[in-house]
């Protein structure tokens, strides 16, 4: 049975920082490719960063280039999400995922197989 768990969401000024956590069980977390989406009421679900399985390439959406970085620890079993310069249009529900090795296309949720929770992010102006 796999799990992921996020944690570190909260209410943070503009201008402000977060750090997102997400701790996995029951996958080989080394092998899996992982990402971040967040989707805000009424709108699609949208990719905001992954990383491979190596740790040493990763991805970004257009809103998360610049100000957002992925990291993994596959010791630890986490990946994490370090927000900087956050705005209100960051408000939205994070959800950490997991997708096959092989996965190509890291913009797709369809090519994750497994998703926590999701985590609670709000931005106030």
């Known amino acids: 049975q796999v799990q992921l768990v996020e944690s570190g969401g909260g209410l943070v000024q503009a201008g402000g920082s977060l750090r997102l956590f997400c701790a996995a069980s029951?996958?080989?977390?080394?092998?899996?490719?992982m990402g971040w989406f967040r989707q805000a009421p009424g709108k699609e679900r949208e990719f905001v960063a992954a990383?491979?399985?190596?740790?040493?390439?990763?991805y970004y959406g257009n809103s998360a280039r610049g100000r957002f970085t992925i990291s993994r620890d596959n010791a630890k079993n986490t990946v994490d999400l370090q927000m900087n310069s956050l705005k209100p249009e960051d408000t939205a529900v994070y959800y950490c995922?997991?997708?096959?090795?092989?996965?190509?296309?890291?913009?797709?949720?369809?090519?994750?197989?497994?998703w926590g929770q999701g985590t609670q992010v709000t931005v106030s102006s």
């Open positions: 995922a997991g997708g096959r090795e092989w996965a190509t296309q890291l913009d797709k949720s369809a090519e994750y197989d497994y």
């Open positions: 029951g996958l080989t977390f080394s092998r899996h490719v």
């Open positions: 990383i491979t399985w190596s740790g040493t390439s990763a």
